[in-house]
Structure formats: C-alpha cells, structure tokens
Nanobody, 124 residues
Framework: QVQLVESGGGLEQAGGSLRLSCAASGRTFSNYAVGWFRQAPGKAREFVAA????????DYGDSVKGRITISRDNARNTVYLQMNSLKPEDTAVYFC?????????????????WGQGTQVTVYS
C-alpha cells in the first residue's frame, strides 16, 4: 500500500514563496512519475506539475509555469513543489499523486494514489 503525505502549506502573502513536500511510503516510489494538482473551492482539480521517475523531465500547467518548480529526491522518497511569486489565485488545496504508469500525465485519471492535501492560502 502506497501512502502519500503532503506538508508545507500555509498562509502566505502575495509575492511570497512556499515549498510543499510530498513524502511517500513504499520502496518502488522511484519507479513512478509523480504529479501535483490543486483544487480551489467550487472548482475542478487542476494540474500543476509533474516529474518523471528519475527527475530529468518535468511538466507544468500554464497557470504556474515560470513560478513553480517540481523536484524529487528518490533517496528520501519525497517530491517537492517550490512555489514562488505566489498569487491569490494560487489559493487551493494541493495534492500530490503517483502516476499509474511510468510516464508523466496531466489528467487525474492517470494517477492512482493520492495524498490528503495541504492547504495553501495566499492573501493580497
């Protein structure tokens, strides 16, 4: 059984930074791509970023490109999301998820294990 636990969310002023972490259990975590999604109240879950198994490839949603960096440390079974130049519209619950297959994906159906999420609130 794979468990994902997000941390690092909080309240931040616009223009500030936060780093989210996603810690995973299981020895095979490094064999899978990992993604971050976010969901604001009343909205659908939105793709934020994804990273390949080894970390050499990344993908970003259009709304965060240039402001967010995804990375991973497979020795620590952890994926990170560095968020800079935060905007109020970044306010959402952020989820990490493990891909079903070996490649990155942008749709929620391509992910099978999800964390409980961490709240990010950005105020102006």
């Amino acid at each position: 059984q794979v468990q994902l636990v997000e941390s690092g969310g909080g309240l931040e002023q616009a223009g500030g930074s936060l780093r989210l972490s996603c810690a995973a259990s299981g020895r095979t975590f490094s064999n899978y791509a990992v993604g971050w999604f976010r969901q604001a109240p009343g909205k659908a879950r939105e793709f934020v970023a994804a990273i390949s198994r080894g970390g050499s490839s990344t993908d970003y949603g259009d709304s965060v490109k240039g402001r967010i960096t995804i990375s991973r440390d497979n020795a620590r079974n952890t994926v990170y999301l560095q968020m800079n130049s935060l905007k109020p519209e970044d306010t959402a619950v952020y989820f990490c998820a493990r891909a079903r297959g070996l490649t990155m994906a942008r749709t929620t159906r391509e992910y099978d294990y999800w964390g409980q999420g961490t709240q990010v609130t950005v105020y102006s």
